[in-house]
């Protein structure tokens, strides 16, 4: 499978997002929030003019949310015409993926069970695979 990945680092874990859904990686230093919005939601931010919603991918898992937020990344995608930007602990490199995708063992809790694609190998070792949509849902979604 030679399927290139966006290499980051969401909730402590190695994972990555197909790169043919990332429209960008950027530096988010200011996130308006929205009321009443849940909390995996943390707001809006903008991009050459154009309102991002924020995710934090840490919260739509089901971890704790890293409350710093000064010079975070975040890889902007597109779902349904409408472009959000997940935030990841860490945004590293592009890479291929070695292997097919494989099922995410027990062990990563249920948000990764339900977020994640599948397993695959890539230079670094075993990466999860990102489903987009999965986090742009959020943990209600994952309850369902």
Do not use: K
Not at 49 to 63: K, Y
Not at 75 to 89: I, Q, S, T
């Amino acid at each position: 499978m030679n399927e290139l990945l966006l290499m980051c680092v969401i909730a402590g874990r190695r994972a990555a997002i197909p790169a043919v859904r990332v429209q960008s990686v950027i530096e988010i230093s200011e996130i308006t929030p929205i009321p009443g919005a849940p909390p995996f939601i943390r707001g809006l931010t903008a991009l050459r003019s154009q309102a991002l919603t924020v995710i934090d991918c840490s919260v739509a898992l089901g971890f704790d949310s890293r409350n710093d937020i000064s010079d975070q990344r975040a890889a902007v995608v597109d779902v349904d015409g409408h472009l959000y930007a997940l935030l990841v602990d860490e945004a590293l490199d592009v890479s291929e993926a070695r292997s097919d995708a494989f099922d995410v063992p027990g062990g990563f809790g249920p948000g990764w069970q339900t977020a994640a694609r599948g397993l695959v190998e890539t230079d670094g070792g075993p990466t999860l695979i990102v489903n987009v949509e999965a986090l742009v849902s959020g943990p209600v979604a994952h309850a369902a």
